[in-house]
């Protein structure tokens, strides 16, 4: 079965094929959509949902899901959230935006957060979603050299490692991401 994955990130496509085998993932520039799709709204599912009816409402796509994901930081009252891309300004620059939780978290003892990623998937004219969450904490400094956004400083519970520090498929194997693709895979597989 081939499913449109509404992103225009390659790495994506390549990850979450990785866990959706069985099915061909397309991506955006394989339907001919080289437009940045918006994210106006004020939830990680809202947006989600967003980016895939844009997709199905405007490329005439059947099957479609969208992915949004958010690091929420308890202290921050869930922030950066649905701003964790631009959350140090419209640059989008994650270096900038490391910077800007650490120097927020620097008064505070409680550095628990989460990532939440929630897909949105649309099949037949119907509308399902998918979370996936971690736990962690955020460290007082970066380390290490994979992966990208704020994994230099994401400590997931119970492990010694950050996610910057695992190796692709290590983090891929516990991620949020992965988390809510397999709870798509699994309504796939048995609907
Ligand atoms: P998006 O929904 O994947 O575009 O993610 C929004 C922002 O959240 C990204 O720009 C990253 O800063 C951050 N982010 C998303 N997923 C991850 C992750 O797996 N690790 C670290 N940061 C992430």
């Given at each position: 079965m081939k499913i449109v994955f509404?992103?225009?990130n390659p790495h994506k496509v390549e990850e979450i094929q990785a866990i959706l085998k069985g099915y061909e993932l397309i991506g955006l520039a394989d339907i001919g959509c080289h437009e940045d799709i918006p994210?106006?709204?004020?939830t990680i599912k809202e947006n989600a949902l967003q980016k895939a009816r844009y997709v199905v409402e405007n490329y005439g796509v059947k099957n479609c899901f969208a992915e949004d994901t958010g690091l929420e930081i308890d202290a921050l009252n869930g922030?950066?959230?649905?701003?964790s891309a631009r959350?140090?300004?419209?640059?989008?620059?994650a270096d900038a935006n490391v910077h800007k939780v650490l120097a927020k978290l620097?008064?505070?003892?409680?550095?628990s957060a989460q990532f939440r990623t929630v897909v949105a998937l649309i099949i037949e004219g119907e509308e399902y979603t998918f979370e996936g969450i971690i736990r962690g904490t955020i460290q007082t400094e970066k380390s290490g050299?994979?992966?990208?956004?704020?994994?230099?400083v994401f400590l997931p519970e119970g492990?010694?490692?950050?996610f910057a520090e695992m190796s692709a498929d290590e983090k891929n194997k516990i991620s949020h991401r992965a988390k809510a693709v397999l709870l798509l895979k699994s309504f796939l597989e048995n609907r």
């Open positions: 509404a992103t225009g994210e106006t709204n004020p922030e950066p959230g649905v701003y959350y140090a300004g419209p640059e989008k620059d620097a008064n505070y003892s409680d550095r050299s994979g992966g990208f956004g704020y994994d230099p492990e010694t490692r950050n």
